[in-house]
């Protein structure tokens, strides 16, 4: 019912940037929180970057001054802009997003996952 579709991943050299992008489609009728989680091998999923519908972030300590989280509400569409990129931030990434449908329903749905791979 609610579709997300990420795009922005890839291959990046330490210390260089990607942009995540996480459009959401289908039966919305409002949208609450937008994020990104992320999971690397052998390591349980972890928030990175959260923002409420009145535009309030929340950042993991560990990407604080390197991403910043951003969305448009007309395009239902939430961005993750990543710069100083580290061999640690190597991972799945994957959108979160949480609302209520046109049914009055609330829902919460991930987007399929995204590698971001940092080399040195």
């Known amino acids: 019912q609610v579709q997300l579709v990420e795009s922005g991943g890839g291959l990046v050299q330490a210390g260089g940037s990607l942009r995540l992008s996480c459009a959401a489609s289908?039966?919305?009728?409002?949208?609450?929180?937008m994020g990104w989680y992320r999971q690397a091998p052998g390591k349980e999923r972890e928030l990175v970057a959260r923002m409420t519908s009145s535009y309030t972030p929340t950042d993991a300590d560990s990407v604080k001054g390197r991403f910043t989280i951003s969305r448009d509400n007309a395009k239902n569409t939430v961005y993750l802009q990543m710069h100083s990129l580290k061999l640690e931030d190597t991972a799945v990434y994957y959108c979160?997003?949480?609302?209520?449908?046109?049914w009055g329903r609330g829902f919460e749905s991930w987007g399929q996952e995204t590698q971001v791979t940092v080399s040195s």
């Open positions: 289908g039966s919305i009728f409002s949208i609450n929180a």
């Open positions: 979160n997003v949480d609302g209520r449908t046109v």
